[in-house]
């Protein structure tokens, strides 16, 4: 695997740990991968080496998630097994970093007090320094309300990618919105940009490491830069960043998540359109279909206003896909409501969507209102809206077949040993007959069709 190393940081530590194997969990999205790859990183820093699993570790770090309950269950019960490995050996050291430890801190510490570090999202460049305070003094817990410098957001640290040609690029952290249900403004705290330049440089470097598609990450990629203020030049905005980065020689693939439907303007569309790296892919999340449920979630747009933007952002990049985040059961959602959601589903199309049952966080505004839904009514339209989102993403897949596709290769199928597993530009999985190893781009013709896969040969 590649370690990216910024210098400042490899040479502020001598390692200390060389040959100690070292194991990530990771519970949450694509941020919470990330702070992983980051973290992982550091611990190749102070000369660890990555464990099998478990029974070979001897730091196993749990990063957890609290966007839905069943995030924060999951922690529980592994840190239950946890508890059995280290009555046997007490050396293991356990610690539990990310959004879950951010929001219950004591919480963790006083159900599993054999956990050794429990760390905030804004602690997570400290978890060596953490580590070596917990061999010498004891269990210890960390959480700071914010993040001190934008110099310690994950992606100025070094990195252990998971895939050497793909690599996620952190442009802004936090989130300034207030979507009644959402706990991330809570644990991730308020939004900051890094600047262009940093941006662009950490891209140079991953290029000249082999990466040839970078991902940007954000809670809100289209407010990137507002909080920047740089004196004397024109405000930099998520566009010139797109065009920017797109300049990066060797970057044949960039992606971005998420943009918000309410922010999301033409000089977005164009500066997708017009750089040949910006991959024909937008994943905007709906939430609700019904203009009354989006006003209790706080989302600021409408239903036509979001078909509006997405019918825009068809016309304006051909070949375009688009997938989409939905909640079902939000408080108060009557029958009705929900219908409006298939209807606006029905009219969009999206390739693809993460469909969610509404999962009350306490501490959001949703959590106290009026109306919560029962869990069976919520899984009965959860079973309907997957249902028609499955018609409509085979459907969609149905109509590439003959087409020949760009693809990049991510290595051997899981599956089958002797096909590949590959990307579109559009961000399909296609399984492709025949070895190539990871990272190689090639042409592939379209075969068959499933709603969350296709099947194809290369030409
Ligand atoms: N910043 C991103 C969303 C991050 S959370 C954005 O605004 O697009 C990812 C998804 O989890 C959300 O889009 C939403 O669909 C879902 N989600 C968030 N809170 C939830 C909750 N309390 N219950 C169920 N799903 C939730
Ligand atoms: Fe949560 Fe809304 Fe911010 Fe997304 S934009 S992270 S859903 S508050
Ligand atoms: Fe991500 Fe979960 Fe935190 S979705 S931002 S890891 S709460």
Not at 103 to 108: H, N, Y
Not at 280 to 298: I, N, T, Y
Not at 322 to 342: A, K, N, W
């Amino acid at each position: 695997m590649t370690t990216l190393g910024i210098p400042e940081v490899r040479e502020r530590r001598t390692p200390t740990r060389i040959g100690k194997r070292y194991l990530v969990r990771t519970f949450g999205c694509q941020m919470n991968e990330h702070d992983s790859e980051r973290m992982s990183g550091l611990f190749e820093v102070d000369g660890m080496v990555p464990a099998a699993d478990v029974a070979d570790a001897d730091v196993v770090l749990i990063n957890t998630c609290c966007i839905r309950e069943n995030a924060d269950n999951r922690l529980y019960g592994n840190l239950g097994q946890l508890k059995a490995v280290k009555d046997e050996r007490p050396d293991l050291r356990i610690l539990v970093g990310g959004c879950l430890a951010q929001k219950d801190r004591d919480l963790v510490m006083a159900k599993a007090p054999w956990v050794d570090v429990v760390f905030g999202t804004h602690n997570l460049h400290r978890v060596l320094t953490l580590l070596d305070h917990a061999e010498e003094w004891g269990p210890v817990t960390e959480i700071w309300e914010e993040t001190a410098s934008i110099d310690d957001v994950p992606s100025s640290l070094p990195s252990h990618r998971e895939v050497p040609h793909s690599a996620w690029v952190t442009i802004t952290i936090g989130c300034n919105n207030a979507c009644t249900f959402c706990i991330v403004p809570t644990v991730r705290g308020k939004e900051i940009s890094r600047r262009p330049a940093d941006i662009v440089r950490e891209v140079r470097a991953l290029a000249a490491d082999g990466v040839s598609e970078v991902t940007l990450l954000g809670q809100n990629v289209n407010s990137y830069g507002r909080d920047l203020g740089l004196e004397g030049s024109r405000r930099p905005i998520f566009a010139d960043l797109l065009r920017r980065v797109g300049e990066v020689e060797g970057i044949r693939r960039i992606r971005f998540t998420s943009p918000h439907p309410k922010d999301i303007r033409i000089d977005v569309l164009e500066a997708m359109a017009e750089t040949a790296a910006v991959c024909e892919q937008l994943h905007l999340p709906l939430q609700s279909g019904s203009a009354r449920v989006l006003r209790a979630m706080q989302r600021g747009y409408t239903p036509e206003r979001f078909l509006e933007k997405l019918r825009l952002a068809e016309a304006t990049i051909p070949g375009l896909a688009t997938s989409t985040d939905i909640i079902v059961g939000f408080p108060g959602e009557t029958e009705s409501d929900f219908q409006q959601t298939l209807d606006v589903v029905e009219e969009a199309r999206f390739d693809g969507a993460y469909m969610f049952i509404y999962s009350p966080r306490p501490g959001t505004a949703a959590a106290t209102m009026g109306g919560q839904i029962e869990r069976g009514v919520a899984s009965e339209r959860f079973a309907r809206l997957t249902s028609l989102q499955q018609r409509i993403s085979l459907e969609k897949n149905v109509a590439l077949i003959g087409s020949t596709v760009e693809v990049l290769s991510e290595g051997a199928s899981r599956k089958d040993a002797s096909m590949i597993t590959a990307r579109t530009r559009t961000n399909k999985v296609v399984h492709v007959a025949g070895i190539q190893p990871s990272g190689a781009f090639l042409h592939a013709r379209i075969d068959r069709a499933a709603p969350s896969h296709l099947m194809g040969t290369p030409v």
